[in-house]
């Protein structure tokens, strides 16, 4: 068979082939490989002085001890709970023995960064291996499963949280993805520990969480018990810091504060003044989730279709909260592998849900970029390993004309700043038509021209989408104007 007729065959097969788990793992390490945030950099370090209050016999003391910033990193206090860096602590031991013995500085390693930050890629396999699970338990399609994985590892979405910005958002949607498979095995009480930790180590599991108890509960007084149960894990952290130094203070100097205080912004006005589209989204998924026609009984009557109601529900909190709350860039993470467990279901809109995506990614990584976020700057790719092959930094404040992507961008293309709103509204158009055309129980009347299989140059596209920014970033850092050799 000749080249052009393996290459024909391949192209319009439905399977993910090994050159695309290529492109996607050689994507994502091209942005792990060229920066190094400052979140990286504090989280890192704040899981390592957790073995620092442990061996200074003072371990309630953790949260002074980070305050006094002894290592320099960029956030003073360590304004999250314990296990939102306890598992990375356990994986950075070894920074902790070389940082003790020989008073090393971590942060100003991009070596011991990148090690710190490869434990993060490592729970995204773990995410992907319980996404295929998941896949197939509600397709019982091991391609539809294979492509749930590729599509979660090659978004946007897990490249920003993960391989660039080094956040621990991974943990929280490790354990959740681990709960939800225990939830439609019909392990109810692996459901609610895996949820507790996830909710313990980030918050922002909850209002899924919610969701789903009211889809799976109708009684009052179990659905009350079984909310209170998922903050066991957080509840237990606060009583094991209550009165200890500097934990008051880290709380509410942290950015989990700030969050929360812009989690329901006044999207538009009422006579009442204003109100929160995020509030309003939240009562009419949880109202939705209630009032479907499932309980405890129907994990044995119909396991396939509760589980489809369990996975779109989740997508439809989390789409709510990317699309209607103010976010930080690396908080786009949480649509995976959840958004790509809808879109896999329905082979008759592949092609939509392909394209739909694809400018999604697109729309919302030009508005993150263009909002001003700290988001593909040139001060993040000092202390990476591209840095370091290159052998110099560059000073932020002395980094010419161009500092980041944004600055560059107006410069050149004036009317993109004028855009912003654009993109933000396909973005929302784009996610309430994937939501809205893959219902678990809608068929779609879509006309589709052409077959599905013949989606795949987009995905191509999709995964390198992310590639043209990170490029652009290197090329300013090259050319800054001022360079400082170690």
């Given amino acids: 068979m000749k080249l052009k007729d393996k290459f024909l065959t391949m192209y319009r097969s439905d399977r993910v082939t090994l050159g695309e788990w290529i492109l996607a793992i050689v994507t994502g390490l091209f942005v792990f490989v060229t920066s190094s945030t400052w979140d990286v950099q504090s989280l890192t370090q704040w899981s390592v ?15 002074a001890y980070t305050a006094e910033n002894i290592y320099h990193v960029h956030h003073a206090h360590m304004g999250s709970e314990l296990l939102s860096v306890l598992p990375w602590s356990v994986w950075n031991l070894p920074l902790f023995i070389i940082q003790r013995v020989t008073g090393n500085d971590i942060v100003g390693s ?30 019982g399609d091991k391609n539809k499963s294979a492509w749930a994985m590729l599509l979660t590892a090659s978004s946007v979405y897990l490249y920003i ?44 599991f909850v209002l899924p969480y919610i969701a789903v108890v009211l889809l799976c509960e109708k009684r009052l007084l179990p659905i009350i018990g079984k909310v209170l149960l998922g903050f066991v894990g957080f509840l237990a ?55 479907r026609d499932f309980s405890r009984e129907s994990f044995k009557d119909k396991p396939v279709l509760t589980a489809k109601y369990i996975v779109y529900l989740i997508t439809i909190t989390y789409a709510a909260y990317v699309l209607l709350s103010p976010f930080s860039f690396y908080r ?18 592949y092609f939509y849900n392909t394209v739909f995506d694809t400018v999604m990614q697109a729309a919302l990584l030009m508005k993150m970029v ?4 700290k988001l593909l700057t040139v001060q993040f ?43 933000s509204g396909v973005a929302i158009v784009c996610a309430a038509l994937l939501l809205w055309n893959n219902h678990p129980e809608r068929e779609s009347k879509l006309k589709v021209y052409g077959d599905p299989k013949y989606c795949r140059a987009i995905n191509w596209l999709r995964t390198l989408i992310i590639v043209p920014f990170v490029l652009m970033v290197l090329w300013l850092f090259v050319h800054a104007p001022v360079r400082v050799y170690a």
């Fill in 49 to 63: 002085n957790v073995w620092h209050a442990l061996f200074n016999g003072n371990f309630r003391g953790l949260y």
């Fill in 110 to 139: 991009a070596t011991m960064l990148a090690y710190s930050k490869l434990f993060l890629v490592l729970l995204s396999v773990v995410t992907l291996i319980y996404t295929k699970k998941i896949a197939f338990f509600i397709t």
């Fill in 161 to 204: 949280s993960v391989c660039y910005s080094g956040q621990n958002d991974i943990l929280m949607i490790t354990a959740s993805v681990i709960a939800v498979y225990s939830l439609i095995r019909g392990k109810q009480t692996a459901f609610f520990v895996w949820s507790a930790l996830a909710i313990a180590i980030k918050p922002f």
């Fill in 237 to 291: 952290q606060k009583l094991l810091f209550m009165g200890a130094p500097g934990y008051s203070e880290s709380m509410s100097s942290g950015p989990s504060k700030e969050m929360l205080e812009k989690m329901f912004p006044a999207n538009f006005n009422t006579a009442l003044g204003g109100t929160s589209l995020f509030a309003v989204a939240l009562v009419l998924i949880f109202f939705y989730a209630y009032t």
């Fill in 332 to 349: 786009i993470g949480i649509l995976v592998p959840y958004l790509y467990l809808v879109l896999v279901q329905n082979k008759k809109m």
């Fill in 370 to 373: 263009l909002r001003g976020s």
């Fill in 381 to 423: 790719v000092n202390k990476s390993l591209f840095q370091r092959v290159l052998g110099y930094t560059v000073n932020y404040d002395k980094a010419g004309k161009y500092q980041s992507i944004d600055t560059f961008l107006f410069d050149k293309i004036d009317l993109l700043e004028k855009f912003q709103p654009a993109f």
